[in-house]
DNA sequence: AATAATACTATTCAAATGAATAGTATCACC
DNA sequence: GGTGATACTATTCATTTGAATAGTATTATT
C-alpha cells in the first residue's frame, strides 16, 4: 500500500464517514460537492489514483459501488446466532432477525464463515477448570471434527451442556471441568453439537 | 417485526446475498431480473411490503441505498487496533490500515464505540487467576474511570501490562492476578492506559 | 530543464436507476 | 359478495450517475 497525499486521504476518509453516516457510499458527485469541486473530473481523478494505490476498489458502471479495501476484509464479521439452549436439531435459517446475534470476525478468528457456526451463553460454572466463565460466550461450530481436548457442545437431558472431549482407554467421554463435579460421561448416544472454537466475555 | 410472506423472505434474502456477494444491495431492476419479473414494480411493490413491514430501510432517490435493518444494526462493528505493547502516548489514527486488527461488535458488547477502545494480546498467565490465558485479546477503553476489581493495563517498564486494580488501606494498587507472582504495585505514578471491557480467545 | 504526477475547471453524453400510472389475477377474510 | 393484501404485466418519465473529452496550473522528481 503506497503512500496517500493529504488530499487522497481526505478523500478515503470522506468515503469512510459517508459510509458509516448514511449507510452507502458516495457518487462521484457527492464527493465533488463535498470538497468544493466544480467538476466531476477531480474525483474521478482522486478515487482513480485511490484505486490504483490499492486504497478503494469499485465496480463500473454501479452507482455507489465503491468499497475501502481494508474495511473490504474486516467485512468477514458474521452474525452468529445465541442460544441459551440449543434442543434436539438445529433451527432452520429462516425468520431468525429477532433472535440475539453475535457479531463474529471470522477472518481474525481464523475461521472460515459457516453456517453451521453459532454460539451459546454459558449458565454455571462447570467449565471453570477451562477459564470458561459464566456469562461467557463460547462460539462453536457444528460438524468440525473433534479432537481430545476440545470443550464441545453436548446434549444432554435435552439441554446443551460444555465438556471437554477425552479419550479414555481408547473410548470417547466427555469430563466436566470443575473438581466439584467430577463426572466421566461415555459419549456414545451423545449428540455433539460444536467444537469449540473461540470464546468471547463481556466485563461488568 | 411482522411476518414475511415466503416471496418477500426469498426477496430480503436475494438482498442479503448480493449485499454478501457484490459489496453493494441490488437495484429495484436487479431484483426484478433475478426473481424474472418482466416489471419493476412487482420488485417495488415487494421492497415497499419489506419497508412497510420494518425489514428494511431505503434512501429515496439514492442508488443502491436498500439496507437491511437487522443487518444494520450488526454494523457496530469496530475494527479495534490490537498492540502489542503500547509505548507511551497514543499512536495518531493515520496511516495505519497495515495495521493488525480486530473486528467487535460494540453494541452486543454492550460498548459504545469510541476512539480510545483497542485491544492488547496477553503474553504470559499474569492474569490466570482472573481466567485470562496467554494469548487471549483483551479489549480495552482508554479514559475509562478505573473501579476497584477492574482489570486494567498499566504502563510498566515501557511496556504494557495487565493488572488488577484494587485499593489497600485507601491506597490504589495493582496486583498479578497469578499466586506465582504476589506482587502488589502502588499505583501512583503508573500510567493506566485502560480499562478491560471484554475479552475474546480464539482456541487451538 | 524536462517529465510526470497531482489537482483541478468546464462541458457533454449515455447508461443506470427510482418513481409513477394504469391495469390484471389470485387468495384470504369478514 | 365485497374488501384488502399479495403478486404481478406493461409502459413512460425524470433524475441520478458514471464515463469521456479537452484543457490549465502547481508541485514534485529526475
Known amino acids: 500500500m503506497k503512500t496517500l497525499t493529504s488530499r487522497q486521504q481526505e478523500v478515503r ?10 449507510g452507502v ?4 458527485r457527492e464527493i465533488a460537492r463535498h470538497f468544493g469541486f466544480r467538476s466531476m473530473k477531480a474525483a474521478v481523478d ?5 484505486r490504483g494505490k490499492g486504497v478503494v476498489v469499485w465496480q463500473p458502471r454501479r452507482a455507489r459501488s465503491l468499497r475501502l479495501v481494508a474495511l473490504g476484509r474486516r467485512r468477514t464479521t458474521v452474525e452468529v446466532p445465541v442460544y ?3 434442543p434436539a436439531g438445529f433451527p432452520d435459517g429462516r425468520q431468525q432477525e429477532n433472535q440475539e446475534c453475535l457479531a463474529v470476525d471470522m477472518a ?3 475461521l472460515r ?24 460466550y463460547v462460539i462453536l461450530e457444528h460438524g468440525k471434527t473433534v479432537r481430545p481436548g ?10 446443551s451442556t460444555l465438556k471437554t472431549f477425552l479419550l479414555d482407554k481408547g473410548k470417547p467421554c466427555l469430563r466436566a471441568e ?9 459419549a456414545r448416544e451423545l449428540v455433539i453439537q460444536g467444537v469449540m472454537v473461540a470464546l468471547v466475555r463481556k466485563c461488568q
Open 13 to 22: 476518509d470522506f468515503i469512510q464517514a459517508t459510509q458509516a453516516e448514511q
Open 84 to 86: 441459551g439452549a440449543i
Open 150 to 159: 476440545d470443550v464441545v457442545a453436548a446434549l444432554i437431558d435435552n439441554e
Open 25 to 28: 457510499s458516495p457518487t462521484l
Open 178 to 186: 470443575n473438581p466439584r463435579y467430577p463426572q466421566l460421561i461415555p
Open 108 to 110: 481474525g478468528l481464523g
Open 113 to 136: 464463515p459457516t453456517a453451521r457456526t453459532f454460539a451459546l451463553q454459558v449458565r454455571g460454572d462447570s467449565m471453570i477448570g477451562k477459564h470458561i466463565l459464566p456469562g461467557d
Open 46 to 50: 482522486h478515487v482513480r489514483a485511490l
